[in-house]
């Protein structure tokens, strides 16, 4: 069996009127992420992390914001495209560790559902997905809520 480690980090801008979408559910809030897809920062840094785990490159590779088919795209699609291409390579998820980085809204609430969520797309066991939230203490973009990012950090298993 082999082990490998992935990071992953993404990170979007705020803006007013915009729906916003995190760990693939929508959560009330007067500002959203200004992206070529739904601009879920915590999917798209755990994305990263699955295709860097399996050197496989990253998500702007393999679903570039040039290509007008995932526009507006629900980023859990996306995290279903990225398991469909770690299980080709023959990878399964072993466990998920993130961390959420913004000042509003508090996430406390919805974590529960974010990891029901993503544990359902990966189809793994929801005890194998942490997301944590943090603030910036109003320091930086994150702060002065301009704009939010996430890290992931990823465990996949090869089976010999």
Known sequence: MSIRI?????????????EFFLGG??????KGCIAHSDG???????CDALLGAAALRDIGFHFP??????KNIDSKILLEKTMDILSEKGYSVINIDSTVCLQKP???KYIPAMIKTIAKVINTDPENISVKA????KLGFIGREEGVSAHAVVLIEKAD
């Open 65 to 70: 914001d040039t290509n007008t088919d995932f």
């Open 25 to 30: 559910i929508k959560i009330p809030h007067t």
């Open 134 to 137: 943090t603030t910036t203490e």
């Open 6 to 18: 992935g990071h992953g980090y993404d990170v979007h801008q705020l803006e007013e009127g915009r």
């Open 106 to 108: 508090k996430i406390q």
């Open 40 to 46: 879920d920062v915590l999917i798209h840094a755990i």
